[in-house]
């Protein structure tokens, strides 16, 4: 009997182990990262401020369509595009990113939201961590790359080429993608 207690003890303590590294892994990464020592210079505090959104797959004219109040606002006070026209592949991070260099993907290189390159025989992945954040996928020069040069602060979640240091930059503040923090707490 007392072996019996004494494997039942290593066995209610190996259920505890396993349910807290459960508990562990199921935690929401909500860490900010940011870059210390960056300030805006006074010049740039007197500038206007961009906003840029993305949402993926709301084409343009869902807003007035479906009567989305805030983004009608922010419009109304600042700018909207009436239509889009995608660079081709019509995908999510080459989209993306060519919204923020301004290069179509044969140029920034994203071609895809995964694919293989031919002269290094890598692959590249979304869903690869370590490769979204290894900037030399990512060519041209950012929005917030351009911007830091400039001495203004950038912040960014979850846009494409975000996670990486791109040109020696990363946004001043910025978030690891995880698909896990609800819509709400995105907004």
């Known amino acids: 009997m007392k072996i019996i207690k004494k494997e039942f003890k290593y066995f209610v303590l190996f259920l505890l182990i396993v349910a807290g590294s459960l508990n562990a892994a199921a935690q929401t990464d909500t860490l900010q990262h940011k870059a210390q020592g960056r300030k805006n210079t006074l010049e740039q505090q007197k500038k206007p401020y961009v906003i840029l959104i993305s949402a993926d797959g709301f084409r343009w004219d869902y807003a007035q369509r479906y009567k989305a109040t805030h983004l009608l606002e922010l419009g109304s006070k600042g700018v909207q595009a009436e239509s889009m026209i995608p660079s081709f592949p019509s ?54 790359v351009l911007a830091e040069q400039q001495n203004m602060m950038t912040a960014s979640m979850f846009w494409v080429g975000s996670e990486a240091e791109i040109k020696g930059t990363r946004p001043s503040y910025y978030y690891d993608y995880n698909e896990k923090i609800p819509v709400a707490q995105r907004i």
Do not use: C
């Open 91 to 144: 995908l999510t991070f080459p989209n993306h990113y060519t919204i923020v260099t301004g290069l179509y993907p044969s140029h920034h290189g994203l071609v895809n939201n995964s694919f293989l390159d031919e002269k290094s025989n890598e692959r590249y992945s979304m869903g690869a961590k370590a490769k979204v954040k290894d900037g030399k996928w990512y060519g041209g020069t950012p929005l917030w």
